[in-house]
């Protein structure tokens, strides 16, 4: 997967360093191993040059935190030298399993904590890094995209505010609008889409998919998740189908208009697995709406494909549609944080994005072009080949 030529025969930005916010400790150390296990075992010719000095390491995680005080408020702190530094800095908006004393009571960390907590470690860095990248992989605010009434527009102000703090780039994973990009359209923006981790993740934990045109349908639940849905249709030559959703715009329930049926567009399902792909599973009504609606067009196994899963109102939704047959597997990735009952389900399959998100960093840091690395075209053909033919101990390695 990764052209490891391109960056022995270029020179670092500057020195490598790694700031996962505590929202994203566990990826973070994850990414650091495969940093360490990478450089070490590079063979540099330019390893001896003062320009690569500090280049092999333990460890290229930078100290930081955001101690709070009794009242709530906080402040960021970083605990060594970061001048002439090329900071990743990464955080999870999502995480609300980290809580902090408020007044002497327990408060979970909402979005918005997360984000101010990302801003505080951005201004401790008083300007002293030579570059610093922020990887969100769940874009804050990213459904308040756009203005439909007299209301803010919080993901363009965020992306606005970050630039203006200094920030060089923001990666994204699977932004729920990626035209929220024109906001910043001068600076570094890359959404990056998870297929591939996808389609490893499925096929590393089932051994009997039949990746092919009478036996798999790759399904949208709605138009906005199109474009997913049509490319991993594309990759792995089968058909496709959508639904709409048909909403009532009389009503405002909970913010948005309920919807009123799930129209299906597609051809006949005739038992075949059906691998339905969204960027988020919220509640997960939706998606159990489109299973039933499946199971009556007689659709064979059904995966639920999400890169975040939130779960807001729990999993009992998802035990009961699994006992009753309607979904056969839900697949998400760790870029939002996964309680540990959601990783005990049998029913889980969790997708890894730490190599991938080591790949980018080290890519980015040797500034060469992540280009292939955001087109997985290729990977998911060597993939689905090696699985057919059977060779698992490939699948692993890929």
């Given at each position: ?23 994203c ?144 780039n ?67 030559g ?17 913010g ?19 691998w ?8 997960g ?23 975040f ?7 009992e939704?998802f ?14 990735t760790?870029?939002?944080y ?24 080290d ?12 087109d ?23």
């Open positions: 997967m990764h052209d490891d030529k391109r960056n022995l025969d270029s020179v670092p930005e500057g020195k490598l360093g790694i700031i996962p916010l505590e929202s400790s566990e990826i973070g150390k994850a990414i650091d191993k495969y940093l360490v296990k990478w450089r070490c075992t590079r063979q540099h010719e330019h390893e001896n040059d003062i320009t690569f000095r500090g280049y092999m390491r333990d460890s290229y995680i930078v100290g930081a935190s955001c101690p709070r005080f009794g009242t709530g408020e906080a402040k960021g702190r970083i605990d060594q030298s970061i001048r002439g530094y090329d900071l990743f800095i990464l955080v999870d908006v999502t995480n609300y399993s980290l809580t902090y004393r408020l007044c002497g009571m327990e408060n979970h960390m909402s979005p918005d904590d997360h984000y101010q907590d990302l801003k505080r470690v951005i201004a401790a860095a008083c300007g002293k890094a030579k570059r610093i990248t922020v990887i969100m992989p769940f874009l804050y605010e990213s459904r308040q995209h756009r203005r439909t009434a007299r209301e803010s527009m919080d993901c363009a102000l965020a992306l606005q505010e970050l630039v203006n703090m200094g920030v060089d923001i990666i994204t994973f699977d932004a729920h609008d990626p035209r929220v990009l024109n906001a910043i359209p001068l600076n570094g923006f890359e959404t990056v889409q998870p297929a591939y981790q996808f389609v490893k993740g499925i096929l590393g934990a089932c051994d009997d998919i039949r990746v092919d045109n009478d036996h798999l349908m790759i399904i949208s639940p709605d138009e906005g998740a199109t474009g997913r849905a049509v490319f991993l249709a594309s990759v792995l089968v058909d496709m189908g959508m639904f709409y959703k048909r909403r009532d715009y009389s009503r405002i329930i909970d948005m208009n309920p919807i009123v049926a799930h129209e299906f567009l597609g051809s006949t399902l005739n038992g075949k697995d059906v339905v792909i969204d960027d988020m599973i919220s509640s009504g939706s998606m159990i709406d489109v299973a039933k609606e499946l199971k009556k067009r007689n659709a064979g196994r059904i995966f639920v494909i999400s890169t899963g939130l779960f807001t109102n729990g999993l939704k035990d009961r549609a699994v006992e009753e047959g309607l979904i056969y597997r839900v697949v998400c760790n870029l939002t996964q309680s540990p009952e959601l990783l005990a389900r049998p029913y889980y399959i969790s997708c890894d994005m730490s190599k991938y998100i080591a790949y980018i960093i890519t980015l840091n040797h500034n060469a072009s992540i280009s292939d690395l955001l997985p075209y290729n990977r998911i053909k060597n993939l689905v080949r090696a699985y057919n033919d059977k060779r698992i101990e490939d699948i692993e390695d890929m």
